[in-house]
C-alpha cells in the first residue's frame, strides 16, 4: 500500500487508498474504532440509489462514527447539536481499478455554523482523530 497525501477541502479531508472497496471500509471501521468512534448508522448510496431510482452507481457508504465521550461534552455546550451529528465518514471506489476514497467531514467547518466559540475546542480534537482515522488507511 502506498503513503497518499491526505488531501483537504473546505469541509472535509480525504485519501485515497491502494485497497479495494470492501476492504477500505473494513479499514475504516476498525481506524475509527481505534480513535474511540463507533459506527451509529451505515447508509450504502449503491443500494439506495438502486432501489429507489433504478440506478446503478459504484460502490460508496456513508458510516456515520460518534465518539460518545466527545458528543456529549458539544451537547452540553449547544443541546441541539444533534442536528450535526453524528460525524460523516465517507467510503467509495475510486476512478482507478483496485483503489477507494476515504473522506471525513472536517467538524471545525460542521460546527462552526452554530456559532458557539466554545466548540473550537472539541472540534479540533474530533479532526485531530479524524485524520489519523484517514491516515491509518
Known amino acids: 500500500m502506498s503513503a497518499q497525501q491526505l488531501q483537504r477541502s473546505k469541509y472535509g479531508f480525504s485519501k485515497t487508498v491502494d485497497l479495494p472497496y470492501v476492504e477500505a471500509v473494513e479499514r475504516a471501521r476498525g481506524a475509527l474504532k481505534s480513535?474511540?468512534?463507533?459506527?451509529?448508522?451505515?447508509?450504502?448510496?449503491?443500494?439506495?440509489?438502486?432501489?429507489?431510482?433504478?440506478?446503478?452507481?459504484r460502490n460508496y457508504v456513508i458510516l456515520g462514527a460518534c465518539n460518545p465521550p466527545l458528543a456529549y461534552q458539544t451537547l452540553q455546550q449547544e443541546i441541539d447539536i444533534g442536528l450535526l451529528l453524528p460525524c460523516n465518514v465517507v467510503?467509495?471506489?475510486?476512478?482507478?481499478?483496485?483503489?477507494?476514497?476515504?473522506?471525513?467531514?472536517?467538524?471545525?467547518?460542521?460546527?462552526?455554523?452554530?456559532?458557539n466559540t466554545a466548540l473550537e475546542e472539541v472540534a479540533t480534537q474530533v479532526n485531530e482523530k479524524l485524520e489519523r482515522v484517514i491516515a491509518q488507511l
Open 35 to 57: 480513535e474511540g468512534f463507533g459506527v451509529l448508522c451505515e447508509i450504502d448510496l449503491k443500494e439506495k440509489l438502486k432501489e429507489k431510482l433504478g440506478i446503478d452507481f
Open 91 to 115: 467510503v467509495y471506489e475510486a476512478d482507478q481499478a483496485g483503489k477507494s476514497v476515504v473522506a471525513a467531514i472536517n467538524a471545525k467547518t460542521m460546527l462552526s455554523v452554530v456559532g
